[in-house]
């Protein structure tokens, strides 16, 4: 009876102690140290620990596209380089109420294949876009939500670090799921335009700031675009790993802010600071939760997360389906890096183990699963009231939208997004149509 006590015991005080507002990576690492020592797991099992850390994450070489794909997207973003081109499609797609619309979603797009960094996606568009979308007609919440779930594609759209953190922990190659990511990723940005168009409906044309030349959009544009071509097609293509392909993203950021006449040394350095800080908290997570998971491990969570899921049933779908409502609800309070490294190296190992009926095998499922994983997380930075992207859309907007009016725009592009998902769930080739 003690024994099935701690799994919960331990799950119910990492929660809390997220919920209390302590450092994530910490409660992780501060509960496995604590059931350590009031289990009947061996002391020896702290060695172990260190073991596994280094295996896990210090040693794990591609861990190391996550750094170099956020420097990248920090020197587009503060060189100023990202706001170029968003301004470029802006103009040039800008001439009707749904062009300005469909305009922020390619641009929502462009940012997510640059960079993947969401906070700087939703910040900038919101601080450029938000008057533009007004001016048009959209009230404030479709503004509201079409700028976050345009900013959250960042986080889908490769090169992603959620996609990298995937692989790993799914034990997938990288690439593969770089590519079963493209067919969700299009799915989305069309459903999310066929409703801009929709509620478009009867706005009028708006007054043009100003044409663009061909020349001048490819001048703004280009440069951003072969980035992202070359990046992702050298990964997808395998002609380079996803590690050296960062390196590749890096170099060609700097080369295209010296283009610019954008480079500086202070504005490498505050990339490079930004970087350094946003990859410890990765860091911190990462080990703290290669702790709690083999202590949760150890003590029989696994067993009895596996037997609550199947008491519900042990249809493949039916076990599908309670994973993906349980991601799903827990996305309302938690990060996706928490989620993903926490419940993914329980979930896995049943899905993994299920048949489909739908002719995958084995690596395949795995990689369906961890799309359909990451399009659920998608969800939990739109989901009130802990949505990183609504924090970043608020403190960006100011004065201009209130958190209500917010919380209100989310609601139907949340709804188009578990639309989409319930899509690949039925149609598992959208995604593993695009794998090798």
């Known amino acids: ?106 641009i929502g797009v462009l940012l997510a294949a640059s960079s993947g960094v969401v906070g700087a996606s939703v910040v900038l568009l919101a601080l450029l876009a938000l008057p533009r979308l007004q001016e048009a007609g959209f009230d404030k919440e479709v503004s509201a939500g079409l700028i976050a779930s345009s900013g959250t594609l960042a986080i889908l759209i490769p090169p992603s670090v959620m996609l990298i953190v ?48 061909i020349l001048r959009l490819l001048f703004d544009l280009g440069p951003l675009l072969a980035l992202v071509f070359c990046v992702l097609g050298s990964i997808i293509a395998g002609f380079a790993t996803p590690t050296e392909a960062s390196g590749i993203g890096v170099f060609g950021a700097i080369l295209i802010t010296i283009f610019y006449g954008k480079f500086s040394t202070k504005m490498l350095m505050s990339s490079a600071r930004q970087t350094v800080v946003t990859t410890s908290l990765v860091l911190f997570v990462l080990i703290g939760a290669t702790c709690f998971s083999a202590v949760f491990k150890g003590i029989g969570g696994d067993d009895l997360v ?65 799309i359909l994983v990451a399009v659920n997380l998608q969800t939990s930075f739109l989901t009130p009231p802990f949505g990183f992207s609504l924090f970043y859309l608020r403190g960006a907007a100011g004065d201009q939208l209130t958190t209500p009016q917010i919380y209100r725009g989310v609601l139907p592009f949340i709804g188009l997004q578990l639309f989409v998902l319930a899509l690949l769930i039925i149609f598992p080739g959208l995604i593993t149509g695009f794998t090798s």
């Open 306 to 370: 596996e037997t609550g899921i199947t008491a519900f049933g042990t249809g493949p779908y039916t076990v599908l389906a309670v994973v993906m409502v349980s991601i799903f609800v827990l996305g309302f309070v938690l990060d996706w890096l928490e989620i993903t490294l926490i419940l993914l190296p329980i979930f896995a190992p049943v899905v993994a183990g299920l048949d489909f009926g739908n002719g995958l095998g084995e690596q395949e499922v795995l990689i369906w699963f961890g």
């Open 166 to 213: 995937l692989g790993d922990q799914l034990k997938t190659p990288v690439p593969d799921m770089f590519a079963g990511a493209i067919g969700p990723g299009l799915l989305l940005v069309a459903v999310y335009s066929a409703y801009i168009i929709w509620k478009a409906r009867g706005l009028p044309a708006m007054e043009r700031t100003g044409r663009i030349s």
């Open 1 to 106: 009876m003690i024994e099935g006590v701690l799994p919960i015991a331990m799950a119910a005080l990492t929660l809390g102690g997220i919920l209390a507002g302590y450092r994530v990576g910490m409660v992780l690492a501060g509960a496995a140290a604590i059931f350590i020592l009031v289990s009947d797991l061996p002391t020896a099992f702290f060695s172990i620990l260190v073991s596994r850390i280094f295996a896990n994450v210090l040693s794990n070489w591609l861990l190391v596209a996550i750094p170099m794909f956020i420097f990248m997207g920090l020197i587009l973003e503060t060189s100023g380089a990202a706001e170029r081109s968003l301004r470029a499609a802006q103009r040039a797609l800008g001439g009707s109420a749904a062009g300005m619309g469909i305009s922020v979603l390619v």
